[in-house]
């Protein structure tokens, strides 16, 4: 196939518009259904440049939704070829600050993982830069010349996908605030297997090592490795080992439960056959307290059915003090590491029901199980809180299709139509003009 300059430039801008597009929504969408994941990881770039504390919490997480609007929509935007010079801007100001910064995180590593994706797919800062260096340089092109973007919504109904993009997004954001994440990319997710997550094959790659022996003779100080090592006539004045290749690190590397007693009672939670309940609570000092009844009822029911019930924090001995002082807890509590805490449920405080070492079912506190399971006193294998949820990953992405996609893919046929059914009308008129103009030249003498 021969291309023009002209047709071969267009080709590629829209090929980058295309490839921003896709980037921009999947990074926005990511965040927004983990809109307190993306909040951590701004804490920690925020920490990384000695600037934690300036902002509070619920700006944090503002600004994870804001990010994620921003993102999602420009990457809608991108795609429509709605507002192309606005968007194609803001595209390139976006990546103008991002790609430094990760250059930042490559060189200095402060923070593992930019988060840019968070935790559906985890790049490493080196991976994460090259990549805002492509998309850095689509942008550019895409912003050279934004008018050779093709739109698929006519400019009289862009206003349409505006207004529903910013809406969904944030629509999105605030239901996954309020409960829990609509999807989760994290090990601790419904159905998976704390025990076995930890497990480490048996052919798994360990980490690799090197040592250097610094050593003296006549005087003279001299460097040698394993393989070179001289005879004894040196003597040994240090050593300095480094790691040279990280090896395989199991998805759940840091779970671990010890009483206030200071017994690890992990393998007794991940092995008992029964249900446990564990109430996640990373800070009892800024835990919500709008359902500390339930939580009590909740504790008595486990009680009476026989099931173990613990309290997981990362709070210190006071903190747990004022915490049973304030809602009359009588159960016991583990102390668990904090960053496991909000890895395992966004929620402050968070209900888990295991099984076996697997995750059953998940409550944030502003959807704790409701006083029919006490008053039905009913052991959990009889009711369907006690099983895996019905509503599977497949079933959530058909109704984002039916819920998102469906609206603005019938939005453009149907625009698509009008835009021919106008070209129709213009162009209708000139035939029939032309035709008569004929008719009257052939009846003249």
Known sequence: MNFDKGKLGSVLLNAARLLLAATFILSGFVKAVDPKGTAYKIADYLQAM??????????????????????????????????????????VALLAVMTPLTLWLAVANPVSDCGCFGDALVLTNWQTFWKNVVLLIAAIIVAAKPKVMFRFVSESNQWIVINYTILFILAISGWCLYYLPMFDFRPYHIGANIREGMEIPEDAKGPQFETTFILEKDGERREFDI?????????????????????????????????????????????????????????????????????????????????????????????????????????????????????IIRSNPGLVLLKNGTVVRKWGHNELPEMEMMVASKPLEQMEIGQMPKDDVGTKILWLLIGFVLPLALLTIADRIWMWSQWVRKKNPMRLKKTENNDNLTQQP
């Open 50 to 91: 000695h600037l934690d504390g300036i902002v509070p919490e619920t700006g944090t997480i503002m600004m994870s939704i804001a990010l994620s609007a921003l993102e999602f929509s420009v990457g809608v935007f991108l795609l429509f070829a709605i507002q192309r010079r606005l968007a194609s801007r803001i595209a």
């Open 227 to 343: 393989d070179n090592y001289p005879d004894s006539t040196w003597t040994l004045i240090d050593t300095r080992t480094v790691q040279t290749e990280e090896g395989y690190v199991p998805p759940i590397h840091d779970f671990s439960l010890t009483t206030l007693d200071g017994e690890d009672i992990t393998d007794e939670v991940l092995n008992d056959t029964s249900y446990v309940l564990l109430l996640v609570s990373p800070h009892l000092e800024k835990a919500d307290d709008s359902q500390l009844s339930n939580i009590n009822e909740l504790y008595e029911y486990s009680e009476e059915q026989g099931y173990a019930f613990y309290g997981l924090t990362a709070s210190n001995q006071e903190g747990i003090s004022k915490w049973r002082d304030l809602t009359g807890a009588e159960y016991p509590f583990c102390l668990v590491d904090e960053i496991t805490l909000k890895t």
